[in-house]
């Protein structure tokens, strides 16, 4: 049972983290780990464990969010809130405007953000995380990405022409 | 611009290598001679590679003791559930295991036979009941009977009957309290290793202890709905552990890590 949690605590907490935020995390991968253990004895394995075990990630991330009521839909003035471009060390500067503006998009476009940008997981596998179409999953990913590229401004890649 | 219109959300799919040959080369033609376009591109691969590259967040070291507290908390509550509650339990675990899926008519059925055995089951306790009713009442001597026309005044109002053995509301609505009492029992215990502890302590510790626990005690009582009072007392149960179980730098830092 230790194994398993070793095994899957970095992935569970970290999408917990980018789907409900860093103060209720903890909460959610708990209550995700109690729900795997419980309910491994009745794991019919359809589907692969790790699938599984993300999906609950996913719906008691966003069953999380749905009981609190809490809503992270941008507004325009949501878009001033967000750091300044980076002037040194651009990576870390990006990586920290990137979780910065996950945090002000809609729960759905962060799952799949998360899912398959930041955990790498093909389409079929979000698909079957998220319980929809594959087309819907590619649908929702392009619209994440480009909502992330608004909240983040122009010039992402940096080499701008004109 | 309306080649711009059809080539920007086709540019998901192409960064990622998902379009086929024939729609990737159209997309590939157009950012050639199309500067918008290809800024566009960049700063979608520009997102796609700084999401991926997102470094790997690591769970707080707590997280597994709250884990096993709350298996624990779990397998209690389990134990003081009612038998049939256990048994319903393994039947809805059985029926998702299974690998048939139910159809129709065989759920049809299965329902009927259920409602058929509660009808029967809930007809023999009334009817337990009124037999012993109408014993009793063999001995008593009948009202005389009321005319037609003359309203019964004074007739006395039917009084609640107590819940029998028998009935599970009492129960399912007595089951948050009990789950918020098994609570306060950890949270009581807990708090006598903690006191236990308390002497090894610097003064230090000791001030951010309390301070601690007072935060989390009034944290439970503002808690209105059971489900709050219930999470605040878990907060207060892992951090007790934490405190007894861990070092001092973890209780000197207030219980986060």
Known sequence: ?162 | MTMCTKIRPQLTSYLDGELADDHGSVVRGHLRECADCRQCARDEAALRDGLRTLAPLDPPAALWAGVQSQLAAAEITDARKPRWRRQAARWVRWARSARWAPTMPQLASASLVAATAIAVFTWRGHHGEDATVGHVAVAQPLPPPVPAGIAVTAAPAPQPTPPSADDVTADLIAEPARTTASYARAIEELMKLAEEDRARWSDGDKAAFDARLTGLRDAIASAGAPRAVQRAQRTLIRYLQSAVVRDDVLLASGGAR
């Not at chain 1, 929809?132 to 999953?137: A, H, K, L, P, S």
Request: aromatic share 6%; hydrophobic share 40%; net charge positive.
């Open chain 1, 1 to 162: 049972m230790e194994m398993l949690y070793h095994q899957y605590k970095r992935r569970v907490f970290g999408m917990a983290h980018r789907i409900v935020g860093g103060s209720d995390a903890e909460e959610v991968a708990q209550e995700v780990f109690v729900r795997v253990f419980r309910g491994l004895a009745s794991f019919r394995g359809d589907s692969a464990l790790s699938t599984w075990i993300y999906r609950l990630t996913v719906n008691a991330a966003l069953s999380h969010l749905a009981r609190r009521g809490r809503r992270h839909e941008v507004g325009d003035e949501g878009l001033t809130e967000l750091p300044a471009p980076a002037t040194a060390e651009r990576d870390s500067a990006l990586a920290a405007r990137i979780e910065t503006a996950m945090t002000q998009l809609p729960a759905g476009y962060r799952a799949i953000l998360v899912l398959h940008d930041v955990e790498g997981l093909s389409h079929e596998e979000c698909a079957a995380i998220l319980e929809c179409r594959i087309g819907t999953c590619k649908s929702q990913l392009h619209k994440a990405r480009a909502r992330m590229r608004e909240l983040l401004g122009p010039n992402l890649g940096q080499r701008s022409e004109s």
